[in-house]
């Protein structure tokens, strides 16, 4: 893609535009209150999904910290990333993230526990750095990168655990949580690969090349923070048999990012950063139940 013509920037500014408002007006936040609770049988729920469940849950409402986050990063964002973040994403993933709650502790597991208040030093440092437009692009773009990978690991996630409940026969909660929640994730994927698409077209050399470094040293799985989220990121893998494919789930997660970024390498399938990363979760995830 980086060698294609560029785009026509007022085109895709009006499209990025239209697509956030749209999110907002066909998608509007899910309520708790229209989420059918009935489950057949906890007790195997639970054995099987009910790590998953925490995990989501944890990552769905840690999105009052992303914003934070994003404030700390980006000082001056253009106005469709504030719209799309603080008005449309973030009320859609808190809700996402109370239903999933609500329905481990249906099945008599305790809340997730959260941090929706921290923000790191290095991610004050970026946001410090990025008062200098030419540095925030580069900041922007990171941001664009990450919510691409962590809404694709969503979509595809949620599209696992729906089928895995249907297969326990938990239609309920399968139809009325898990199907919602999945269908308002591809929007923020598309929101997040329309703004990658659009900014990396206009990027000087030197700020490619240092996304490229940054993105190697700084990628993570959604949601992971430390070893201890890393494994647990990895028991989910296992949970929903994304460790058995997971050359697959790597591939279609940084499909867009591999096309940007490293067009410029022939033959490279998938970041070696992102492999890296996903089979850490495994190994960390086998070890500690060894």
């Known amino acids: 893609m980086s060698e294609r013509r560029p785009l026509d920037r007022r085109s895709h500014d009006q499209r990025l535009r239209e697509h956030v408002e749209r999110l907002g007006a066909e998608h509007p936040p899910l309520r708790v209150d229209d989420v059918d609770f009935t489950v057949r049988d906890a007790r195997v729920l639970d054995d099987r999904f009910g790590h998953v469940l925490d995990y989501m849950a944890r990552v769905e ?8 986050e ?4 980006l000082p001056d964002p253009p106005e469709v990333d504030r719209h799309f973040y603080a008005d449309v994403w973030q009320p859609q993933e808190v809700q996402h993230g109370r239903i999933l709650d609500r329905l481990q502790v249906e099945l008599g597991r305790p809340p997730a526990v959260t941090d929706t208040t921290s923000v790191g030093a290095k991610l ?6 990025a008062h200098l437009d030419a540095f925030q692009d580069v900041v922007r773009m990171l941001y664009y990168l990450t919510g691409m990978s962590t809404e694709r690991s969503a979509v595809l996630a949620y599209n696992l655990l729906h089928d895995g409940l249907l297969e326990l026969g938990e239609r ?5 949580a898990i199907a919602p929640i999945k269908r308002q994730e591809p929007g923020h994927y598309a929101f997040y690969q329309l703004s990658a698409r659009g900014l990396w077209s206009t990027l000087a050399p030197w700020q490619r090349w240092l996304v490229r470094r940054l993105r190697e040293r700084s990628f993570g799985p959604v949601g992971v923070n430390d070893r201890d989220q890393l494994a647990d990121f990895g028991d989910v893998m296992n949970a929903l048999a994304i460790s058995e494919r997971a050359d697959d789930f790597v591939r279609q997660v940084t499909r867009v990012e591999s096309e940007l970024l490293w067009a410029h390498r022939a033959g490279l399938g998938v970041p070696g950063y992102v492999v890296r990363a996903f089979s850490d979760a495994v190994e960390l995830a086998r070890a500690r139940a060894a």
């Open 172 to 176: 309920a909660v399968a139809e009325t």
């Open 70 to 73: 994003l404030t700390a990063m």
């Open 124 to 129: 004050r440092v970026l946001g410090a750095l």
């Open 61 to 68: 409402l840690e999105v009052d910290r992303n914003v934070l």
